[in-house]
């Protein structure tokens, strides 16, 4: 799930840098690629500089130097001249405004955290160290609280910002801070020199982003990993994409996670006959896990052919899950009793214990008893 939210999150970085290349003139064209020179080749000379900053302002300079007729960020709109002010949303308090927000509030708060973390564990892989995030998550919360009331969007952590951080650089907190204030700098003092930043060089610097961010390796060993990580990695990538809805492609990731997990699981399910040959005696040993998945492998394991008087099952090497798993094990019990055995289930587990005296029948006093 983790590879197909990565790959689907570098496809629609890359897709959405089309509408600033279909159909633009042959300078942009030739603009994002002396950018791409540009942020690839100066790290082979030398890193103190980061190598997206160098080629925004060196195409920026070139374009006010000689005029290169290209789209500006000032031609996608205007830019905020001032600090936004505290206030209240101006909506009315009453359960028909929540029932409104409420969905979408949900929604974007499901989306948000998920990217977070998902971001975050990137990041963890790429820098090798560990984020604590449950102070990510309240972080996040309050931030989304709080900016609203100075006329803010929801946010949450931007996996394209991030790559361009840690490919800088940065290891700490305190390169984001630099970033915010940075950025309220550029806008608030020099908007005049951002707005004149040639779009193909951002457009640039996101392909570089896409790029990095898309796991290779996942193409290269997609024949090696098991049947159902391929599935599941490429049913997430595609259904993003598709949808362009990062939650629906998880979701579904997760969904079918799940699925194989559950199957590949049911399969480790056994029943051991011991040898018991001479005697009236069965007995059995189960290993594994037995749930809802398992619950008609686990039944069909015994032989139920012949009269035994006497059955012992042992559960010491497995454990129970669900109401499922205990109505199978009553299942073979009675089955056993019909025939007019004995039968004793030994080795349940502690919580497996509390499960079958909540449930279960087999062990109960109105059970029915063997048939003589």
Not at 218 to 230: A, D, E, G, N, W
Request: hydrophobic share 50%; proline share 5%.
């Amino acid at each position: 799930v983790m590879t197909g939210f990565v790959n689907a999150l570098a496809i629609l970085i890359f897709l959405a840098q089309m509408p600033e290349l279909i159909g633009a003139n042959w300078q942009t064209y030739a603009l994002v690629a002396a950018s791409l020179v540009i942020i690839y080749g100066l790290p082979r000379i030398t890193k103190v500089v980061p190598s997206a900053l160098v080629a925004i302002v060196v195409i920026s300079a070139f374009v006010m130097i000689t005029g290169t007729p290209v789209r500006t960020v000032g031609d996608m709109g205007q830019m905020p001249t001032s600090l936004p002010l505290f206030h209240l949303p101006a909506v009315p308090l009453t359960w028909e405004t929540l029932a409104i927000i409420a969905p979408i509030s949900a929604t974007l708060a499901f989306v948000g955290l998920l990217e977070s973390l998902l971001t975050a564990n990137l990041i963890d892989d790429i820098t090798d160290t560990p984020s604590d995030k449950d102070r990510e998550t309240r972080g996040q919360g309050v931030a989304n609280i709080l900016s609203p009331l100075f006329g803010g969007m929801a946010g949450c952590a931007m996996i394209g910002q991030s790559i361009i951080n840690v490919t800088s650089g940065a290891r700490g907190r305190l390169s984001t801070l630099w970033a915010g204030l940075f950025l309220l700098f550029l806008i608030l003092v020099l908007q005049d020199w951002v707005a004149r930043i040639p779009m193909a060089a951002l457009v640039a610097v996101m392909i570089m982003v896409s790029v990095g961010t898309f796991d290779w390796s996942s193409l290269t060993k997609i024949r090696s990993i098991p049947f159902q990580s391929s599935v599941v990695m490429l049913a997430t990538t595609g259904t993003v994409v598709a949808t362009h809805d990062l939650s629906k492609g998880v979701v579904l990731g997760v969904i079918l996670s799940a699925i194989f997990f559950m199957r590949k699981v049911a399969k480790t399910i056994v029943v051991h006959a011991d040898d018991t040959t001479g005697t009236d005696e069965l007995r059995y040993r189960v290993t594994g896990q037995l749930f809802f998945a398992s619950a008609d492998v686990f039944a069909a394991s015994f032989e139920h052919h012949g009269h035994p008087r006497r059955v012992r099952i042992d559960m010491t090497q497995a454990h129970l899950w669900d109401r499922t798993g205990v109505a199978a094990l009553d299942k073979v019990v009675f089955r056993y009793r019909r025939q007019g055995a004995e039968v004793e289930v030994i080795g349940v587990n502690e919580t497996g214990r509390a499960l079958v005296d909540r449930v279960g029948r087999h062990d109960k006093p109105d059970a029915p008893a063997p048939a003589h």
